[in-house]
Structure formats: C-alpha cells, structure tokens
C-alpha cells in the first residue's frame, strides 16, 4: 500500500508564496486522489511487491493499455508529489551544499544559472506537467521537463528527479492565477536544498 508522504509543515506554513487553501487543495484531494487510485491501479496489475520507481521504469511490462495508463499518470501523480511537498520548507537552506553543489556548479556553471534555466523549462512546459533536476548513479545531473504526470523515470532516461517543479494550474491558480512565472520564481524560496541535497545523496550512493 502506497501512502503519501506526511506534510511536514502546516497548511499555512508556505504563506506568503503558496496560499493555505491551495496546499491543502493540492495535497489533501490532488495528490490523495493519485495516491488512491495508484494503489488500486497497482492491485490490478498485481505489482504489490515493486516499489513506484520499479514500476514507473518498468511500465512497458503491464499488458493491458488502460492499467498501464493508470499506472503511468496515478503513479506519476503519487511519486511527483511526494518529491515537491517534502522538499518544501517554511525555513529552507536556499542554496545547496556539499556534493550537490560542485557539482552544480560544474555542470551548470553556477546556482544563478541552474535556477535561470529551470525556470525556463517550468516556464515553457505547454499544459499541464513538472521541470526536473534529476541525478543518476554515476552523480551526473540533467534538467528537462514533461508533460502531464511523466517523469525521466517513466521517460526511461536513468535519472532520477532530486527537485521538482509542480507547474500544473492546480498548484498555483488560485492564487497567482495565469501568472505561472510569478508562481515559479516564488517556489525558490521555498525550496529546501538540504532535502534536495540528501536526494542526490541518495541517489549516487
Ligand atoms: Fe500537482
């Protein structure tokens, strides 16, 4: 059974750059409506014993299209959110440290130049979907984005996403309305790159 992970700050903690009503709208009915209709997708396809990246990699194995699909968008939408709400923080560290920021640093140039370009892939993702930072085994890092609820996971890229930018209306609307880019640039003073930092650890060891 697969459960979302626990909020770690209230409702109203990510005042004033996300309102209350929509973290509470985006983790109590969004993310819990994937939640639960992930795990009755996975039932169907009998995968109770895999883990969600096994099963987001390994997609192509599930034999009827309507449960694949399901698995896909419901497992996206379970896997997406638990990454963007726990690497939210009412006292983020607003830079990374350590590994993660070398390497940052050696692939992007700098952290200013990370942020500019994946704003820029939040920005410019049509519809709904996320921007990613992800990692993969030998610690290289790759930025990219997807529509709907894939990820460089479903997308077998063989990276793992370590930040994610949630850009669908439902994590915004209410308050910054069409303006997503206001959106975006706000989500940086929230995101917490010591969380962001332990995934890449976690990932590379
Ligand atoms: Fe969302």
């Known amino acids: 059974m697969f459960t979302q992970v626990p909020l770690p700050y209230a409702y109203d903690a990510l005042e004033p750059y996300i309102d209350a009503l929509t973290v509470e709208t985006h983790y109590a009915k969004h993310h819990a409506a994937y939640t639960t209709n992930f795990n009755k997708a996975v039932e169907m396809a009998g995968l109770q014993d895999k883990d969600v990246i096994e099963i987001l990699a390994n997609l192509d194995s599930v034999s009827d299209p309507a449960v694949r699909t399901a698995l896909r968008n419901n497992g996206g939408g379970f896997y997406n959110h638990n990454l963007y709400f726990a690497q939210l923080s009412p006292n983020p560290a607003n830079q990374p440290s350590g590994k993660l920021a070398e390497k940052i640093n050696s692939t992007f140039g700098s952290f200013d130049n990370l942020k500019a370009e994946l704003i820029r892939l939040a920005l410019g993702q049509f519809g709904s979907g996320w921007a990613w930072l992800s990692a993969n085994k030998n610690g290289d890092l790759m ?63």
């Open 143 to 205: 930025i990219s984005s997807s529509p709907n609820q894939d990820n460089p996971i479903s997308e077998k890229t063989g990276y793992i996403p370590i930040l994610a930018l949630d850009v669908w209306e439902h994590a915004y609307y209410l308050k910054y309305k069409n303006l997503r880019a206001d959106y975006v640039k706000s989500l940086f003073n929230l995101i917490d790159w010591n969380t962001v930092s332990e995934n890449y650890n976690r990932i590379i060891r």
